[in-house]
């Protein structure tokens, strides 16, 4: 997957990078469903951890909206750690350090530090999101080497999974103050992921169990040396559980007002679009549209601005699709509800075309087919912002569209027409119903989840 050589980077919807050969794998910024664990006041959740072999300095404070660390007294270094334990995660956050100390993202940490570290090693001849064996056998992944300067960079020979960017690209990819890294971390043995300002750097499988199934997230300062009058700073923590059972809500969601949908047992608080009961009953834990009788089905009531997160599976050969802001749900005789609503497309197919998985219907191509093969599981997060709406799919940031710029009658702000009869997007209704569709085949919806945004109709 090596690049191209390019003076500049152009990020888009989706991170798109020019290449001879493929492009990178691609994140976005942290999801849309990323609940906070640090509350940029204060070290509420956090602790410093007294027995690392890095030391135990106290120097970890809030400053800016951001956790702060240094060593407090000459190579004295340390780690504050996550109150919680946590198994399968993905983690995100910005980090603005100073160059020169050697740092790092724990993840399932000991109280003693061992852990899977994301390495921050912000320094010449360091590292960022490579992945180190912190006390467990010092095991190192890493696939660049950071030089004298943060710009620039040294592409180093690890063919298990090649640097993403050349160091041309870096000297333009990498912000001069503020950058996003993020990590996912499941299994045990554990694959690790990593991410920089949403591209891959490193995917990375362990062999065998070294750690238990949950610990900290942690941040450290290394010890030794002298590093006390340089400081690195986090902000933007954020964390998704991928291990919460199916159809619940994990205390990370809870918290912020997340609400579940449906409970995994019964259709309670759900119907038809034409608002009778479905003539098919829950599926092992899931909402199975197909054959329940109408065209969707949908919650009972209506919904503003909001955060929608699902997980599906499809069936060989499938057609559906999740619908929002679907208003009037009654239509005229011969009309299709369909036609009242956006609806992010799920298809059987690996293109990635205006009626493609990701797609806003007819609106809006994704910027490439992230679906998985027919039978597994997929990730879908969905964002109704007044204009926005924005579709996420498996990690990644597909599709979006503002409706404020969708002012022409059955056309696309490019010009182009769209099949949607008499449409000016930009005044449909900023409320409706959410719909899963029945489009003639078998799909499965589980752990459907909203954040309303400005609750209204969401009580």
Known sequence: MKLANSSSIIVLVCVAIAS?????????????DFASIFDGKTLKGWHISTKTGHGTTKAWVVKDDAITGTQDK????????????????????????????????????????????????????????????????GFAARNFQTLESPDRIKVLDYPEFHCPLTPEQWKTFWKKDWNQVQARITGNPPRVETWINGIKFMDW????KRLPDKGGIALQVHGGGDLTKQFVRYRSIRVRRLDTPDNTLSPEEKAAGWQLLFDG?????????TMQESK??????????????????????????????????????????????????????????????????????????????????????????????????NHAVITCDAPRIIV?????????????????????????????????????????????????????FK?????????????
């Open 265 to 273: 047992k019964t259709l309670k608080g759900w119907k038809t679009c």
């Open 74 to 137: 000459p190579g004295n270094g340390g780690i504050v750690i996550t109150d919680e334990q946590y198994g399968d995660f993905e983690v995100s956050l910005e980090m603005g350090n100073d160059y020169g100390p050697d740092s790092g993202l724990f993840l399932r940490s000991t109280e003693n530090g061992k852990c899977y570290q994301a390495m921050i090693d912000y320094h010449n001849n360091g590292n960022v999101m490579g992945v180190y064996g912190e006390g467990i056998g």
């Open 280 to 377: 098919v009953p829950v599926d092992n834990g899931c909402i199975q549209p197909h054959g329940c009788g109408a065209y969707m089905m949908v919650p009972e009531r209506e919904y503003d601005d909001f955060i929608l997160s699902l997980d599906f599976k499809i069936s060989k050969g499938c057609n559906s699709g999740i619908f929002v802001r679907t208003f009037p749900i009654k239509v005229k005789p011969g009309e299709d509800v369909g036609y009242n609503g956006l609806e992010m497309a799920i298809d059987d197919s690996t293109g990635a075309g205006m009626h493609d998985t990701g797609a806003i219907y007819d609106l809006v191509a994704p910027c490439r087919n992230a679906m998985k093969p027919v039978g597994q599981w």
């Open 205 to 208: 499988t362990d062999t065998e």
């Open 447 to 459: 752990s459907i989840k909203l954040l309303p945004l400005r609750p209204k109709r969401a009580g």
């Open 392 to 444: 996420e799919l498996n990690g990644e940031r597909v599709s979006e569209m503002n409706l404020d710029e969708w002012t022409q009658v059955e056309k696309r702000p490019d010009g182009s027409t769209h099949k949607f009869t008499g449409r000016v997007w930009k005044n449909h209704p900023r409320h409706g119903y959410i719909g899963l569709q029945d489009h003639g085949s078998p799909c499965w």
């Open 20 to 32: 001879a050969q493929d492009k990178p794998k691609t994140c976005p910024q942290a999801g849309s």
